[in-house]
């Protein structure tokens, strides 16, 4: 798969995000117009995610609307509902 490599900018960074606690994910590049964040927000589908986003019930697959309600209930620096 083109562009999903663990050596592609925005997934290599997830490991180093996850040993902060910070939940991060890609956006697949097919569901989303490259380096438009409201495309990203409004058409991505989560490509991969890290540990701490995990926790929270994040997974590949997912669009913006279950993260939205997976992630609403926590506040900042917390990494459990």
């Given at each position: 798969m083109?562009?999903?490599a663990s050596t592609t900018p925005g997934v290599s960074r997830l490991p180093a995000l996850d040993r902060r606690g910070i939940a991060a994910l890609t956006v697949a590049a097919a569901s989303a117009?490259?380096?438009d964040a409201r495309s990203s927000y409004?058409?991505?589908v989560l490509s991969r995610v890290n540990g701490s986003a995990a926790a929270l019930g994040?997974?590949?697959g997912m669009t913006r609307t279950t993260p939205s309600r997976s992630c609403a209930a926590l506040s900042p620096g917390r990494t459990k509902p």
């Open positions: 083109p562009g999903s117009r490259i380096g409004e058409d991505g994040l997974k590949p």
